[in-house]
């Protein structure tokens, strides 16, 4: 059961939250596109000083930093069927370059296993050439409908972790 103060706290969390954010300054909510903000040079300090961290503790491990592409063709976002059904409504599209429609739709990243995964086919030939650990740190979109909260729910995910890995055996 909830006390009256627990409740209090529960519904002012996010009021507070975003009063921390703004007057540290770290995040700025004013960027006019919801769901989006902007790092502000206190903030971005903090930021890559927690990424510096991670970013140890991959390399650490024998994870090689990579960048992967932004944009994946609706055709692979298409292959991963299940995983992708969880952001299928949340994917912001890319169809026209300029004035010129695209011949293929191309998603802005919701996630990144559908561009991953088809080059560890091709960089994976044999068991000499593993194992491949990777890790990149991204930008994420996700058309988020609900209500969005500044660094918690948003519709750019700055500097999204993720790693992976594809070894010989199990262990």
């Given at each position: 059961m909830r006390t009256p103060e627990r409740r209090v706290w529960a519904e002012s969390y996010s009021e507070w939250f975003h009063n921390v954010i703004s007057q540290a300054p770290v995040y700025d909510t004013r960027y006019p596109v919801k769901g989006t903000g902007v790092w502000t040079p206190f903030g971005f300090g903090i930021r890559r000083s927690v990424l510096d961290v991670i970013r140890g503790e991959l390399e650490r491990t024998g994870h090689s930093e990579v960048l992967f592409p932004l944009l994946i063709p609706d055709y692979m976002l298409g292959k991963e069927g299940e995983h992708?059904?969880?952001?299928?409504?949340?994917?912001f599209w890319?169809?026209?370059?300029?004035?010129?429609?695209?011949?293929?739709?191309?998603?802005?990243?919701p996630t990144s296993e559908t561009a991953i995964y088809p080059m560890f086919q091709l960089w994976i030939n044999a068991y000499s050439d593993l194992p491949v650990k990777i890790f990149q740190v991204v930008n994420v979109f996700r058309y988020e409908t609900k209500a969005t909260r500044p660094m918690?729910?948003?519709r750019e995910v700055?500097?999204?972790?993720?790693?992976?890995?594809?070894h010989a055996t199990r262990e």
């Open positions: 992708v059904k969880d952001f299928e409504e949340e994917v890319v169809t026209m370059g300029g004035n010129t429609p695209l011949d293929v739709k191309l998603a802005l990243r918690i729910r948003v700055s500097t999204f972790k993720e790693a992976h890995t594809a």
